[in-house]
């Protein structure tokens, strides 16, 4: 049985809008550093430093490229899950303004 530390480290590990930004944007395919520094406005070492701890909790793996490194999730299903979680808040927040 998987411990409850275990899955509180994973949550947290996607618990930073930026690595979460991460986990989104390689979802639609393998994406080098340089490639996110734009699309996340974040300098490429502060993107390297989330995906030191995306790739420390398993959640990506780095694959070279000549002389840059992508990376890609590990599980199609963690993009699955952060796509059923939006869908859950946004649910939520519908029933929040009906009532």
């Known amino acids: 049985m998987m411990s409850q530390m275990r899955v509180a480290a994973f949550f947290k590990a996607l618990g930073h809008p930026t690595r979460l930004g991460i986990i989104e944007r390689i979802a639609s395919g393998e994406c080098c550093v340089s490639d996110m520094e734009d699309e996340l406005d974040c300098r490429q070492a502060n993107i390297s430093q989330h995906l ?48």
């Open 52 to 99: 030191a701890i995306l790739r420390d909790r398993g959640l990506v793996v780095p694959v070279r490229k000549g002389k840059r490194v992508c990376y890609q999730l590990t599980d199609k299903r963690i993009a699955n899950m952060v796509r059923q979680v939006r869908s859950l808040i946004e649910g939520l927040a519908d029933k929040q303004m009906a009532a």
